[in-house]
């Protein structure tokens, strides 16, 4: 596997573990916690790699999330 494979994992890993952490503190289905995490500009950051942000942990992203998208 090589590291671009690796980080899509990642990534994959760490959306599913924010939208189901979203999910729980918002008590909300997942189905809406999906739309708001996928229609956010911390998505697009996340997609992207911006400064690393992808990096920093699920729960941390979420708490920025919640702040940045009035959620």
Sequence with gaps: MDGETLEKVYQENLEE???????????????????????????????????DIQYLDYKVLVQILCETENV
Aim: hydrophobic residues 45%.
């Design 17 to 51: 573990r924010m939208i189901a952490y979203l999910s729980a503190i918002q008590d909300i289905p997942l189905e809406k916690a999906m739309d708001i995490y996928y229609h956010s500009a911390l998505a697009d950051k996340i997609h992207r790699g911006v400064e």
